[in-house]
């Protein structure tokens, strides 16, 4: 049916890749485009022969526009499906202005030297991308990705308005290394460290770092403990859910990645500001992601299972109601499935989804739009059919 140019070749996109494989009725053919080629290739070696998806591969660095549109122009794909890091989203979306392709993402625009996390800079792309008649689709992972497209499900069919959700995020995963992340190690722990925040009655709440801890107990996983992040999913969802009190946004941690993040905070590995070593500058973050296990290689060590879904509260018929959709995924399975852990399978999978959404024409709605300003329902069903089919209760326990 289409083509899809795939950037970035790392943890998620593996997975992603490993999905418009198994999905060559609407993936005919795939270009796989990254900074380092060989990877690509070694991907498309291990691809090929186990699919009717045609496959290619190209270098490009995506900081750079005019290569990027160079490589559009001559893939000539119906989309393009940025799985790079966030600090290349604006380069990624400006080519695809330029060429007027589809664009498809699973994280919001960061610059490389803030840790500023909000939508502003792609949301002043909606006009541009309206006029050019083309679709941005933005955070089409899991978080944010599938927790959006559970809000609007849950607006759609369950409720007449919602007032409160929790979105909870539980790795129960275990890789056996005393700290490692499990998606890039640079833009995990500039999520984990910033402060925390939540949005309450038309406004952000801000808090310190880890400082509000819940307990849940998590189908599948068990009892964890779990603190309040800021996430971005929180910024569109608080525009696009009308009626909403708050939202807040959880994530489980084992005390020895939090024992070991602080022992790293504390030393300044952590910090973003460049310091000057040997006589170079280098960013001690970028240098602490070079020593810690590629989350990529924890697939094969990792064991257990993850549980995120949303928690929501709201009104049905005038009536109080209370309602959880959620996915237990298992890392060995994923392994086994495509050689990576859950973490980037909950993630690759949904972005996989998206791009088909938008090639298949499901979706299609000229401008940048947020995933859960979408129809749900097409995207559900595909849940269920690629990996990640969820489940549901009207008796949650709640958060509080
Ligand atoms: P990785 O670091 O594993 O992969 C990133 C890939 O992008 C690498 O192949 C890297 O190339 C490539 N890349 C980086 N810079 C450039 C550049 N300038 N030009 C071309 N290619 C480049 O990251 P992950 O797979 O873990 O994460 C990918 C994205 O998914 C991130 O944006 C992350 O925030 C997002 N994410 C979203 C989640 C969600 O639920 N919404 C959850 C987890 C992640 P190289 O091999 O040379 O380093």
Redesign the pocket.
Known sequence: MGKALI????????VAIHKCCQNSEVFEEICI????VS?CDALKEKLQGTTKTKITTAQ?????VDELIALINEVKPDVVL???????DLTIMDACLATKTHYI???NYEPEDTAKFEYSWQWAYREKFEEAGITALL????????TGVFSAYALKHEFDEINYIDILDCNGGDHGYPFAT???P???IREVSAKGSYWEDGHWVETEPMEIKREYNFEGVGEKDMYLLHHEEIESLALNIPGIKRIRFFMTFGQSYLTHLKCLENVGMTSIEPIMYEGKEIIPLQFLKAVLP???SLGPRTKGKTNIGCIFQGKKDGKEKTYYLYNICDHEECYKEVGSQA??Y???V??MIGAMMVMTGKWNKPGVHNIEEFDPDPFMDALNKWGLPWKETHTPVLVD
């Open positions: 950037i970035g070749c790392g943890g998620v996109a593996s485009a990254s900074r380092t990877k490009v660095n995506a900081d750079n940025n799985l790079a890091l966030p600090y290349q993402d699973t994280a955070g089409s992972g899991f978080d944010p990705g599938v499990n998606f890039n640079e833009i995990n590629d989350p990529a973490v980037a909950t993630t690759g949904p972005a």
